[in-house]
């Protein structure tokens, strides 16, 4: 019995430390962000590489998914009101549901699957290769040169292809309810119209923004744990992507607890 | 400093490790920047390499490539260990010495930490 509560103090104390140490780091990052001397040329060409690397590469797939995935749940969502008799609440549905909670939460799982494990990959192999060591030498900081742009292409691109994946999501919509519920154009836009607020956009770009610090911040973390053994590399990538999806969850939770206050 | 325990970063292709002092030290314009590298990297007749990274270069390029890396630091000291780890395959000293002569205007000094049974690779070039 003892030995079982030591674990769970064990498991506790290892939480709350790897917590307090990834609040730590982004608190520094954010820091450093509004620090103008941060930018010079080197970091502001990886800057440029990363958001097209991340936001501009996947469009096609991104995309492709969004029409795909977005068109499936567009009609079953409309079928089910319409089922349900509550044709007066599709905007609702639409706003609320597919761009305010399903889009962010679509475009990040994406975004983290193909970039997070790419970022964490890359920090890992140059930690093994001694290369962080080479930045180190020749006196550049890593947190500019490395770290910073990574973390701000994640804040651009969850911001960019999320309002992205908005769009496509009510385009989508307008084919359908005109489709299954026969409205028009204009009926369609004043009833999304009419079921925005302002609050929840707020809230929406908040945990956007929320989103894209921790899915590269978190791997860039686990990334630097990695010892000089190349067998560290998977380890790295897979606790880091772990981790990269318990914040994601949190991050939704936390959202939602926003909004109900 | 040249050493294996500081490589190229294997992500960036030559000219990108070596522009990246210029950029990033004196915030140098990316276009400049390149030029300036491409230019020294004329003076080994090896502009052929810049797009290439790290894994594809011989051990010869390799080295020069860390040396021009090392020399863009304004008013350079160069240090240069165990250049045999990096150029295992040469005999003596002698490309080692083409390499520095090469830019030796880019350089205040250079210094070679070696072990002591290195030292007949030296004298061997140097008498010759």
């Known amino acids: ?182 409205m028009s154009f204009d009926t369609y836009t004043d009833v999304l119209i009419n079921s925005i607020y302002f609050s929840d956009i707020i809230i929406m770009y908040l945990k956007c923004i929320t989103y894209g610090v921790f899915i590269t911040l978190i791997p860039i973390m686990f990334g630097l744990n990695a010892t000089n053994e190349l067998t560290s590399i998977p380890v790295s990538v897979l606790n880091g992507m772990v981790r990269v999806f318990i914040a994601i969850v949190i991050i939704e939770v936390l959202s939602l607890i926003l909004k109900l206050i | 400093m040249i050493s294996l325990d500081i490589p190229l970063i294997s992500n960036l292709d030559v000219l990108n490790n070596i522009a990246l002092i210029k950029l990033y030290r004196d915030n140098l314009p990316k276009r400049q920047a390149e030029q300036l590298v491409l230019k020294l990297l004329n003076r080994y007749k090896l502009e052929d390499i810049a797009y290439k990274r790290s894994a594809d270069l011989t051990d010869e390029h390799r080295f020069c490539v860390m040396l021009l890396r090392a020399a863009m630091i304004n008013e350079a000291t160069i240090v240069i260990d165990r250049p045999f780890i990096i150029l295992h395959n040469s005999q003596d000293s002698s490309f080692m010495k083409y390499a520095l002569n090469t830019i030796d205007d880019l350089y205040n000094q250079c210094h070679i930490l070696d072990y002591i049974w290195n030292k007949d690779r030296y004298i061997k070039d140097n008498a010759s």
Do not use: C
Not at chain 1, 36 to 44: C, D, E, L, W
Not at chain 1, 62 to 89: D, H, P, R, W
Not at chain 1, 103 to 110: A, E, G, N, Q, W
């Open chain 1, 1 to 182: 019995m003892k030995t079982f509560v030591e674990k769970i103090g064990v498991a506790a104390i290892d939480m709350t430390g790897s917590l307090k140490a990834t609040l730590l780091f982004a608190i520094k990052v954010v820091f450093r962000m509004f620090d103008r001397n941060a930018y010079n040329s080197a970091v502001k060409m990886v800057l440029v590489e990363q958001i097209y690397f991340t936001s501009v590469q996947i469009l096609p797939l991104f995309l492709t998914i969004a029409v795909i995935f977005g068109s499936i749940l567009v009609i079953i969502l409309m079928l089910v009101v319409k089922e349900l008799g509550m044709v007066q609440y599709i905007g609702r549905f639409m706003i609320g549901f597919m761009v305010y909670e399903l889009s962010p939460f679509i475009t990040v799982i994406l975004i983290a699957l193909r970039s997070s494990s790419a970022i964490n990959t890359e920090i890992a192999v140059m930690k093994v290769n001694k290369e962080i060591r080479t930045l180190e030498a020749f006196h550049i900081d890593a947190m500019n040169y490395l770290f910073l742009p990574r973390i701000i292409n994640g804040i651009i691109s969850v911001v960019f292809l999320n309002s992205l994946f908005s769009i496509v999501v009510l385009a989508t919509g307008l084919i359908f309810s005109n489709f299954i519920f026969q």
